[in-house]
């Protein structure tokens, strides 16, 4: 496996890897998600390459950047060992450098859900993702479902600029206890990491009651509403049961819907989904 941190140096070891390719993007930090997607992508691809880098335009001025969680050195490790091919792991000046004043924005689906609160993260993720699919030239690109609102607003913009790639959404991978793998897990105390299982017990409770025949979307919210009010530590930002194509709130579920949430518990932020009916693909 190469690793390459500058442009020049990804490109001229690009040129040299066979196709088609996979490409799995990451913030580092890896976990088992992660290296899902890289398996998965070995398994379709005949190369792998992946990418390592804490994006600064998607985060905030009042979020976490600065306490990212990052370890390049156990990344590389644990990429080598699922069977990456290339690394790009460059630092921020290769991506942005100085005068960068370029930006790729999806409207409409971005101003929803986490988009809401967190008006500058879609711009972020849309123009770095769109950089590194320029780069890489990926024949396939595997984002995670967990991250719902990501996957969708990267399958309009490969649709909206032409890209010729097939996106391919994997599911949420998730701890004994269903909480889904996040890097992000990392900042929770014992009794946070504990109460966070609410999440996925949220989403369990939409699922339940959807088999039973309940498809009337404010019962289907208020369900996991108060699922999550039964947790002292939850304060959610936000449950949605959407519409999986342009995440307009539904009233009844009559076709494939994201039911999302984004709940803090303590400091940490954290978001969870799933589709319905059950078995459905993102994407």
């Given at each position: 496996?190469?690793?390459?941190?500058?442009?020049?140096?990804?490109?001229?070891?690009?040129?040299?890897?066979?196709?088609?390719?996979?490409f799995?993007?990451?913030?580092?930090?890896?976990?088992?998600?992660?290296?899902?997607l890289?398996?998965?992508?070995?398994?379709?691809?005949?190369?792998?390459?992946?990418?390592?880098?804490v994006?600064?335009?998607?985060?905030?001025?009042?979020?976490?950047?600065?306490?990212?969680?990052?370890?390049?050195?156990?990344?590389?490790?644990?990429?080598?060992?699922?069977?990456?091919?290339l690394?790009?792991?460059?630092?921020?000046?290769?991506?942005?450098?100085?005068?960068?004043?370029?930006?790729?924005?999806?409207?409409r689906?971005?101003?929803?859900?986490?988009?809401a609160?967190?008006?500058?993260?879609?711009?972020?993720?849309?123009?770095?993702?769109?950089k590194?699919?320029?780069?890489?030239?990926p024949?396939?690109?595997?984002?995670?479902?967990?991250?719902?609102?990501?996957?969708?607003?990267?399958r309009?913009?490969?649709?909206?600029?032409?890209?010729?790639?097939?996106?391919?959404?994997?599911?949420?991978?998730?701890?004994?206890?269903?909480l889904?793998?996040?890097?992000?897990?990392?900042?929770?105390?014992?009794?946070?990491?504990?109460?966070?299982?609410?999440?996925?017990?949220?989403?369990?409770?939409?699922?339940?009651?959807?088999?039973?025949?309940?498809?009337?979307?404010?019962?289907?919210?208020?369900?996991?509403?108060?699922?999550?009010?039964?947790?002292?530590?939850?304060?959610?930002?936000?449950?949605?049961?959407?519409?999986a194509?342009?995440?307009?709130?539904?009233?009844?579920?009559?076709?494939?819907?994201?039911?999302?949430?984004?709940?803090?518990?303590g400091?940490t932020?954290?978001?969870d989904?799933t589709?319905l009916?059950?078995?459905?693909e993102?994407?």
């Amino acid at each position: 496996m190469k690793v390459a941190k500058t442009i020049p140096d990804f490109r001229r070891l690009r040129r040299k890897l066979a196709a088609p390719v996979g490409f799995v993007p990451t913030m580092g930090f890896l976990h088992d998600g992660h290296l899902s997607l890289v398996r998965r992508a070995g398994a379709e691809c005949a190369s792998v390459v992946a990418s390592v880098f804490v994006n600064p335009t998607q985060f905030a001025p009042n979020e976490d950047l600065a306490d990212y969680p990052r370890d390049l050195d156990r990344d590389v490790g644990l990429l080598e060992e699922a069977g990456t091919d290339l690394v790009l792991a460059p630092p921020v000046e290769a991506l942005y450098p100085e005068g960068f004043d370029t930006w790729v924005t999806v409207e409409r689906l971005t101003e929803r859900l986490e988009g809401a609160s967190r008006p500058t993260h879609f711009r972020g993720v849309a123009t770095i993702v769109a950089k590194l699919l320029n780069l890489v030239r990926p024949e396939r690109a595997y984002f995670g479902q967990k991250d719902g609102q990501q996957a969708l607003v990267v399958r309009r913009l490969i649709r909206d600029l032409d890209f010729d790639i097939d996106l391919v959404v994997c599911p949420t991978v998730r701890e004994p206890d269903g909480l889904a793998m996040s890097s992000r897990n990392a900042y929770l105390s014992p009794e946070e990491r504990e109460a966070a299982t609410v999440l996925y017990h949220a989403l369990q409770r939409a699922e339940t009651i959807y088999a039973t025949g309940e498809r009337d979307a404010v019962t289907l919210r208020e369900a996991m509403t108060e699922i999550l009010e039964g947790e002292p530590l939850a304060r959610p930002a936000y449950v949605s049961v959407a519409d999986a194509e342009d995440l307009a709130e539904l009233e009844t579920v009559d076709r494939k819907a994201l039911v999302s949430l984004a709940v803090r518990i303590g400091k940490t932020r954290l978001i969870d989904n799933t589709v319905l009916p059950p078995g459905q693909e993102l994407t």
